[in-house]
């Protein structure tokens, strides 16, 4: 970026301050006295040069009387007719009459002072001559017509006095004009651009000026040796063209072009005022020391064509330059625009898109300072988001009032705030923050996003002076970006702040919801909904017998003073007591500055002991009953809550009402529920005190039991054999029933028994690894010939990653033999098969017979001991109603269970499924 040159901005600034001291009158009287003083040192220079009467090599004091009108204007024309006179009366060696002195005069100044009023006021011509159309009306009015105009009358006005012979009037005019263009092209450009760098003098204010003026000569260290070259190479040729001995028809004058033109096309026009002021001092010196001979008529045109060259040559150098410049000032401003675009649409937060923004406008708008703010109008208030200086880019994102940014009108109508002179302006109470110090001239461009005034970008400069339409045009585009990409960010905020603020709800919803003591639930409200709005203090406070009582509260440190033990007559809160207030109208109380409200007793010692700033309260409403209110309260700084935050405290303190009813109900159910749970224990130890009974009675019975029927079956087996003795047909009957009856009675009451272990658990599984087919084989080895004497045919399917399982061995056998029994029992025709699979966590034992099936409404009954589906007294299938029972039991004992899928009609399917991680005890 570049940077203005302080030290001459600071000696401007001083001479600025001190005319400003200094009456109008007396100023304008004192700079034409001044200006006499340097026509007069300037004119007996040019007379030391002077080979005739009104003869000169070049007069500068006509480029002087020109440069004034320019700066100062047209006011000063009245100079121009003293300096006449100073000349001809008190300067000049021959003495006119007092008419032709008269003449002479006004021929001056109404020439020179209407060619002027000319440029000035017709063909408006910027005078500070920055593009190639000044430069050339320039050269064409004040070089070329006017002091040819002026040299033939005043030529007239010396023949007249006698002075000149009239054969002599040509000769005579072109001498006086060549030699006035001269003086005029090499002083009045010069001296031009010189006073460029004190835009205040100057009458013609600029509108387009540069933030930098192009310097004159650049002493920069790396541009010195090519300046002393130059000024070596503009020596020489002076030296050669008019210092060396001439031979006859030959000019060596052409020497001085070559660096001349060099200058003017390398470096523009600045550069060639110098030269041509250079070459013109460096001539007359030359010639005057009578180093080479000299015509002084050629002379003269030699120097007036080496002049104007020298500026035409500058004037479109320094177009091209321009042209050039603006180009690339296009081509990077569009490219810098484009990676500010980019920039600041990637970019979600705030200060990340104003950090970014300052710095790429930095290298398109070279300003010492800019800075970014943001309006909120809501809250009167606006943000700092970004500054950027030389040195570097801070994102403070201060709060101030609006009132301390200054005038927002223009900023509101969509127009740029622009202050061109801060020494004569007031100054708004941020400006030192926004703008810095050193501001002698500022602009505000406004962030405008869909009509609305958002936020504002602060451009500063460290000197006085015009802001060029260019930085004002990129301004407004940069503007427009930096608003939108504003805008998007404010909207991605506000979405971004309604998803917390409804996880925030959500939050506390589940924390009160998930408790119900009441004390613990208060802790929680006041806990989360302190870390929601980041504030200092948090109050829930209840109302009772007149009376405001703090229940509990949250402090963000222990610095923060506490109210916990807090209580105050309801009488202190107006508000409260007020139907027409914002509490009982709106459901909300909001304090920005509590000091600010009716001081009562209690407002005053929340004030003054407990520093309370601002204060947000809500009531809680509990069953349409007023319960009390929660209150947000900042000790450290005021604060401004948005329409947003008052509706989330609001649903906040919705939720709060419904967490301290359940907890209210809860207290009031809990004695229920006490007197209910004891009742129900009670119950519950009767109840197994019963089945605890009953297990013992079973299990002795079964002893019992079984003893007797031992005998039974031993002797009818014995009888059967007929080991004594032979029995007819009838005998034999009547023994095969008893031993079946026997047998089945021993399988009810070994059932029993087992059933009666796993309910005590009293039944231990010998768990081990076995051979999956060894344990099958031998299952349908069992039942095989049963199967066949029914005309089944049993199968037996195994996969081949089936190899082994862990399982208690006579177990498993117990539970498949009877899922097979069952099948058997309940198949008349079709085939039983035995079908083994290996799952990842499993082994699966399914039994699939083609029998009768079960239909939907029998299948809940399946598993319930002593249940049949066949019940009735004629019933066709035998059994004693426990198998499928047990053998859950104990294929959950096993860590498994059976399944079972059958369809009435259709067959059954029955899966034991054992798990593969049992471990071996």
Same mark, same amino acid.
Request: charge should be negative; glycine fraction near 4%; proline fraction near 4%.
């Given at each position: 970026?570049?940077?203005?040159?302080? @030290?001459?901005?600071?000696?401007?600034?001083?001479?600025?301050?001190?005319?400003?001291?200094?009456?109008?009158?007396?100023?304008?009287?004192?700079?034409?006295?001044?200006?006499?003083?340097?026509?007069?040192?300037?004119?007996?220079?040019?007379?030391?040069?002077?080979?005739?009467?009104?003869?000169?090599?070049?007069?500068?004091?006509?480029?002087?009387?020109?440069?004034?009108?320019?700066?100062?204007?047209?006011?000063?024309?009245?100079?121009?007719?003293?300096?006449? /006179?100073?000349? +001809?009366?008190?300067?000049?060696?021959?003495?006119?009459?007092?008419? @032709?002195?008269?003449?002479?005069?006004?021929?001056?100044?109404?020439?020179?002072?209407?060619?002027?009023?000319?440029?000035?006021?017709?063909?408006?011509?910027?005078?500070?001559?920055?593009?190639?159309?000044?430069?050339?009306?320039?050269?064409?009015?004040?070089?070329?017509?006017? $002091?040819?105009?002026?040299?033939?009358?005043?030529?007239?006005?010396?023949?007249?006095?006698?002075?000149?012979?009239?054969?002599? =009037?040509?000769?005579?005019?072109?001498?006086?004009?060549?030699?006035?263009?001269?003086?005029?092209?090499?002083?009045?450009?010069?001296?031009?651009?010189?006073? !460029?760098?004190?835009? =205040?003098?100057?009458?013609?204010?600029?509108?387009?000026?540069?933030?930098? +003026?192009?310097?004159?000569?650049?002493?920069?260290? %790396?541009? !010195?040796?090519?300046?002393?070259?130059?000024?070596? &190479?503009?020596?020489?040729?002076?030296?050669?063209?008019?210092?060396?001995?001439?031979?006859?028809?030959?000019?060596?004058?052409?020497?001085?072009?070559?660096?001349?033109? =060099?200058?003017?096309?390398?470096?523009?026009?600045?550069?060639?005022?110098?030269?041509?002021?250079?070459?013109?001092?460096?001539?007359?010196?030359?010639?005057?020391?009578?180093?080479?001979?000299?015509?002084?008529?050629?002379?003269?045109?030699?120097?007036?064509?080496? #002049?104007?060259?020298?500026?035409? /040559?500058?004037?479109?150098?320094?177009?091209?330059?321009?042209?050039?410049?603006?180009?690339?000032?296009?081509?990077?401003?569009?490219?810098?625009?484009?990676?500010?675009?980019?920039?600041?649409?990637?970019? !979600?937060?705030?200060?990340?898109?104003?950090?970014?923004?300052?710095?790429?406008?930095?290298?398109?708008?070279?300003?010492?300072?800019?800075?970014?703010?943001?309006?909120?109008?809501?809250?009167?208030?606006?943000?700092?988001?970004?500054?950027?200086?030389?040195?570097?880019?801070?994102?403070?994102?201060?709060?101030? $009032?609006?009132?301390?940014?200054?005038?927002?009108?223009?900023?509101? !109508?969509?127009?740029?705030?622009?202050?061109?002179?801060?020494?004569?302006?007031?100054?708004?109470?941020?400006?030192?923050?926004?703008?810095?110090?050193?501001?002698?001239?500022?602009?505000?461009?406004?962030?405008?996003?869909?009509?609305?005034?958002?936020?504002?970008?602060?451009?500063?400069?460290?000197?006085?002076?015009?802001?060029?339409?260019?930085?004002?045009?990129?301004?407004?585009?940069?503007? #427009?970006?930096?608003?939108?990409?504003?805008?998007?960010?404010?909207?991605?905020?506000?979405?971004?702040?309604?998803?917390? *603020?409804?996880?925030?709800?959500?939050?506390?919803?589940?924390?009160?919801?998930?408790?119900?003591?009441?004390?613990?639930?208060?802790?929680?409200?006041?806990?989360?909904?302190?870390?929601?709005?980041?504030?200092?203090?948090?109050?829930?406070?209840?109302?009772?017998?007149?009376?405001?009582?703090?229940?509990?509260? =949250?402090?963000?440190?222990?610095?923060?003073?506490?109210?916990?033990?807090?209580? &105050?007559?309801?009488?202190?809160?107006?508000?409260?007591?007020? $139907?027409?207030?914002?509490?009982?109208?709106?459901?909300?109380?909001?304090?920005?500055?509590?000091?600010?409200?009716?001081?009562?007793?209690?407002?005053?010692?929340?004030?003054?002991?407990?520093?309370?700033?601002?204060?947000?309260?809500?009531?809680?409403?509990?069953?349409?009953?007023?319960?009390?209110?929660?209150?947000?309260?900042?000790?450290?700084?005021?604060?401004?809550?948005?329409?947003?935050?008052?509706?989330?405290?609001?649903?906040?303190?919705?939720?709060?009402?419904?967490?301290?009813?359940?907890?209210?109900?809860?207290?009031?159910?809990?004695?229920?529920?006490?007197?209910?749970?004891?009742?129900?224990?009670?119950?519950? *130890?009767?109840?197994?005190?019963?089945?605890?009974? %009953?297990?013992?009675?079973?299990?002795?019975?079964?002893?019992?039991?079984?003893?007797?029927?031992?005998?039974?079956?031993?002797? #009818?087996?014995?009888?059967?054999?007929?080991?004594?003795?032979?029995?007819?047909?009838?005998?034999?009957?009547?023994?095969?029933?008893?031993?079946?009856?026997?047998?089945?009675?021993?399988?009810?009451?070994?059932?029993?028994?087992?059933?009666?272990?796993?309910?005590?658990?009293?039944?231990?599984?010998?768990?081990?690894?076995?051979?999956?087919?060894?344990?099958?084989?031998?299952?349908?080895?069992?039942?095989?010939?049963?199967?066949?004497?029914?005309?089944?045919?049993?199968?037996?399917?195994?996969?081949?990653?089936?190899?082994?399982?862990?399982?208690?061995?006579?177990?498993?056998?117990?539970?498949?033999?009877?899922?097979?029994?069952?099948?058997?029992?309940?198949?008349?025709?079709?085939?039983?098969?035995?079908?083994?699979?290996?799952?990842?966590?499993?082994?699966?034992?399914?039994?699939?017979?083609?029998?009768?099936?079960?239909? *939907?409404?029998?299948?809940?009954?399946?598993?319930?001991?002593?249940?049949?589906?066949?019940?009735?007294?004629?019933?066709?299938?035998?059994?004693?109603?426990?198998?499928?029972?047990?053998?859950?039991?104990?294929?959950?004992?096993?860590?498994?269970?059976?399944?079972?899928?059958?369809?009435?009609?259709?067959?059954?399917?029955?899966?034991?499924?054992?798990?593969?991680?049992?471990?071996?005890?």
């Amino acid at each position: 970026m570049a940077v203005a040159n302080t @030290a001459g901005s600071q000696i401007s600034q001083a001479i600025f301050q001190s005319q400003q001291l200094i009456p109008q009158p007396l100023r304008y009287l004192g700079l034409i006295e001044v200006f006499l003083i340097c026509w007069a040192v300037l004119d007996n220079i040019a007379l030391l040069f002077a080979s005739a009467p009104e003869i000169f090599v070049w007069y500068p004091p006509t480029g002087l009387s020109i440069t004034l009108i320019f700066v100062f204007g047209l006011r000063y024309i009245p100079a121009l007719f003293l300096s006449a /006179l100073l000349h +001809e009366y008190l300067l000049a060696s021959y003495d006119l009459g007092a008419t @032709a002195l008269l003449v002479f005069s006004l021929v001056t100044t109404v020439g020179y002072g209407g060619a002027c009023a000319l440029l000035l006021r017709k063909i408006k011509i910027n005078p500070r001559l920055r593009t190639l159309r000044d430069v050339m009306w320039f050269v064409v009015v004040m070089t070329l017509v006017t $002091p040819l105009l002026v040299g033939a009358l005043q030529t007239l006005n010396t023949i007249w006095q006698g002075i000149v012979p009239l054969s002599s =009037w040509l000769i005579y005019t072109l001498h006086a004009w060549a030699g006035d263009a001269t003086g005029i092209a090499m002083l009045t450009p010069f001296l031009l651009v010189l006073l !460029r760098r004190l835009p =205040w003098i100057w009458a013609n204010k600029e509108k387009d000026a540069p933030v930098l +003026e192009p310097p004159l000569i650049c002493l920069a260290p %790396k541009q !010195r040796p090519q300046l002393l070259l130059e000024i070596a &190479a503009l020596s020489v040729a002076i030296f050669v063209a008019y210092g060396v001995q001439r031979r006859e028809n030959l000019d060596y004058s052409y020497f001085v072009f070559l660096p001349l033109i =060099w200058i003017a096309i390398r470096h523009g026009f600045e550069r060639a005022v110098a030269a041509v002021l250079f070459i013109n001092i460096g001539v007359a010196i030359v010639i005057q020391s009578k180093l080479g001979d000299s015509n002084v008529f050629a002379l003269q045109f030699g120097m007036m064509a080496i #002049s104007l060259t020298g500026i035409l /040559l500058g004037g479109f150098a320094t177009q091209r330059m321009q042209a050039e410049t603006e180009l690339n000032y296009s081509a990077q401003r569009l490219q810098i625009l484009h990676k500010l675009d980019l920039a600041i649409l990637a970019m !979600r937060s705030l200060s990340d898109i104003a950090a970014a923004a300052v710095v790429q406008i930095d290298q398109i708008i070279p300003c010492p300072r800019i800075s970014l703010v943001m309006f909120d109008f809501e809250k009167s208030e606006f943000t700092i988001l970004a500054i950027h200086t030389d040195s570097e880019t801070i994102v403070p994102e201060i709060r101030l $009032p609006l009132t301390a940014f200054g005038e927002l009108e223009n900023l509101q !109508r969509g127009e740029m705030n622009i202050v061109q002179k801060t020494l004569t302006s007031e100054m708004p109470t941020a400006a030192e923050l926004l703008l810095g110090n050193q501001v002698r001239a500022y602009i505000n461009v406004p962030l405008v996003a869909q009509g609305e005034l958002i936020g504002s970008l602060n451009l500063a400069q460290t000197s006085v002076g015009n802001f060029p339409p260019n930085l004002i045009e990129v301004a407004e585009q940069v503007a #427009s970006l930096v608003a939108i990409a504003m805008q998007q960010a404010q909207l991605f905020e506000h979405i971004e702040r309604q998803a917390l *603020q409804e996880r925030s709800l959500n939050q506390i919803s589940r924390t009160l919801n998930s408790s119900l003591d009441p004390q613990s639930v208060l802790c929680q409200i006041v806990r989360l909904t302190g870390e929601c709005f980041a504030v200092d203090r948090v109050v829930i406070f209840a109302f009772a017998h007149g009376q405001i009582r703090s229940l509990n509260e =949250w402090r963000v440190n222990e610095e923060v003073v506490s109210l916990r033990d807090f209580t &105050a007559p309801i009488a202190d809160w107006p508000d409260l007591l007020d $139907p027409n207030s914002d509490f009982f109208c709106h459901h909300f109380f909001h304090a920005p500055n509590y000091a600010q409200e009716p001081l009562t007793p209690a407002r005053l010692y929340q004030i003054e002991h407990a520093q309370t700033r601002s204060v947000l309260s809500v009531p809680i409403f509990v069953r349409d009953q007023l319960f009390g209110g929660l209150s947000l309260q900042t000790t450290n700084t005021y604060r401004t809550f948005t329409s947003e935050e008052i509706n989330l405290l609001q649903q906040i303190s919705e939720q709060a009402a419904i967490a301290l009813y359940n907890a209210r109900s809860y207290e009031s159910l809990e004695e229920i529920v006490q007197q209910r749970t004891q009742e129900l224990e009670r119950e519950k *130890q009767l109840s197994e005190a019963a089945n605890r009974a %009953k297990t013992e009675f079973l299990s002795n019975m079964s002893h019992e039991l079984r003893t007797p029927l031992t005998g039974i079956l031993g002797f #009818s087996s014995v009888l059967i054999e007929q080991v004594f003795g032979k029995l007819n047909d009838k005998q034999m009957q009547y023994l095969e029933i008893i031993s079946a009856s026997g047998n089945h009675l021993l399988e009810l009451i070994n059932d029993l028994l087992d059933l009666t272990k796993i309910e005590t658990a009293r039944e231990e599984l010998q768990l081990e690894q076995i051979l999956v087919a060894e344990v099958a084989d031998a299952c349908i080895s069992m039942l095989q010939e049963r199967a066949q004497a029914q005309g089944l045919k049993l199968k037996l399917q195994i996969a081949d990653n089936t190899t082994e399982c862990i399982a208690d061995k006579r177990r498993l056998k117990q539970i498949l033999v009877n899922l097979l029994v069952n099948a058997i029992k309940f198949t008349d025709l079709g085939s039983v098969t035995l079908d083994i699979t290996q799952t990842s966590t499993e082994i699966q034992f399914a039994v699939i017979d083609t029998g009768i099936g079960i239909s *939907q409404e029998d299948l809940a009954k399946l598993f319930q001991p002593f249940q049949q589906l066949d019940s009735g007294l004629d019933r066709k299938y035998k059994g004693t109603g426990l198998g499928l029972a047990l053998s859950r039991k104990l294929a959950q004992l096993h860590g498994g269970d059976i399944t079972v899928h059958s369809e009435l009609g259709r067959g059954s399917c029955f899966t034991l499924h054992l798990p593969l991680n049992s471990h071996l005890t």
